[in-house]
T-cell receptor
């Protein structure tokens, strides 16, 4: 079955430490891939996207993500987190084999400690 | 660029009231807009896809007579929750896609917190 999985529901990280959020997908063809961030009570902001080409994608706010076809993964990373990075992060995929709807992962809550 | 404006940001009203939420694409034309519902600590659930000039496409289990969607122009879609009840209380988020190219990302509004007393 087609799915997008974010294995980590909750991550706590110290300010200044590195962060990696995992995202795995299960689709017949490589979908379009997105990461969104949601601050409390707010809508979603697009961090970055991958369609094709270079597998390392740079986004806003110092985030990057790496597409790994062999692992069906699109993990989000940031070398040094700031307190303002505390938020909910959603991985989303848009299947290209059926041009279906945008599918969201369950989300990962990131807490940043001093 | 690619700004989506959603209003109001918060609504508190009595049971039985109808509530209208607006979603506007400010700097691009959106042939397609999407309406989501989000429960606390959960991901987004697609309610319907709104297409300019035609009827909305509702997801399974979403009552089209309860959640009326109108996409009157390329920059405006509205969601009306008719005769709202406490169980309709939720966070509603709209999104819009720039143009008709499917690989363009969706851009989201800031959401509307609906509370029915």
């Amino acid at each position: 079955a087609q799915s997008v999985t974010q294995p980590d529901i909750h991550i706590t990280v110290s300010e200044g430490a590195s962060l990696e959020l995992r995202c795995n997908y299960s689709y017949g063809a490589t979908p379009y891939l997105f990461w969104y961030v949601q601050s409390p009570g707010q809508g979603l902001q697009l961090l970055l996207k991958y369609f094709s080409g270079d597998t390392l994608v740079q986004g806003i706010k110092g985030f990057e993500a790496e597409f790994k076809r062999s692992q069906s993964s699109f993990n989000l990373r940031k070398p040094s987190v700031h307190w303002s990075d505390a938020a909910e992060y959603f991985c989303a995929v848009f299947p290209t084999d059926s041009w279906g709807k945008l599918q969201f992962g369950a989300g990962t809550q990131v807490v940043v400690t001093p | 660029g690619a700004v989506v404006s959603q209003h109001p940001s918060r609504v508190i009203c009595k049971s039985g009231t109808s509530v209208k939420i607006e979603c506007r694409s400010l700097d691009f034309q959106a042939t397609t807009m999407f309406w989501y519902r989000q429960f606390p600590k959960q991901s987004l659930m697609l309610m319907a896809t709104s297409n300019e000039g035609s009827k909305a496409t509702y997801e399974q289990g979403v009552e089209k007579d309860k959640f009326l969607i109108n996409h009157a122009s390329l920059t405006l879609s509205t969601l009306t929750v008719t005769s709202a009840h406490p169980e309709d209380s939720s966070f509603y988020i709209c999104s819009a896609r720039d143009g008709t190219v499917l690989n363009q990302p969706q851009h989201f509004g800031d959401g509307t917190r609906l509370s029915i007393l």
